[in-house]
Nanobody, 120 residues
Framework: QVQLVESGGGLVQAGGSLRLSCAAS????????MAWFRQAPGKEREFVAT????????YYASSVKGRFTISRDNAKNTVYLQMNSLKPEDTAVYYC?????????????WGQGTHVTVSS
């Protein structure tokens, strides 16, 4: 069982930056690939980025590539999402997820989400 807790969301102006964190419980964090998803108001949840077990490989949605960076610290059981050059369309609830496979469409564990609002 893995519990995920996101933090770092908030209100930021367009062009600004935020770093989200996702802290995982348990001693098997390094055996899970991690990902970030987001859900904007009135829209379906969408994939943002994923990172492999060791952190050596990552994939990004085209909408965030070049602006967002996913990373992980297995010693701290934490995955991060550095978000730069934020746009109003990045406004959403951001969720982290853990999955056994990489890459994968199926994730076993989800956090509760953290809100990000980007003002124009």
């Amino acid at each position: 069982q893995v519990q995920l807790v996101e933090s770092g969301g908030g209100l930021v102006q367009a062009g600004g930056s935020l770093r989200l964190s996702c802290a995982a419980s348990g001693r098997t964090f390094s055996s899970y690939a991690m990902a970030w998803f987001r859900q904007a108001p009135g829209k379906e949840r969408e994939f943002v980025a994923t990172i492999s077990w060791s952190g050596g490989s990552a994939y990004y949605a085209s909408s965030v590539k070049g602006r967002f960076t996913i990373s992980r610290d297995n010693a701290k059981n934490t995955v991060y999402l550095q978000m730069n050059s934020l746009k109003p369309e990045d406004t959403a609830v951001y969720y982290c997820a853990a999955g056994a496979d990489y890459p994968t469409y199926e994730y076993d564990y989800w956090g509760q989400g953290t809100h990000v609002t980007v003002s124009s």
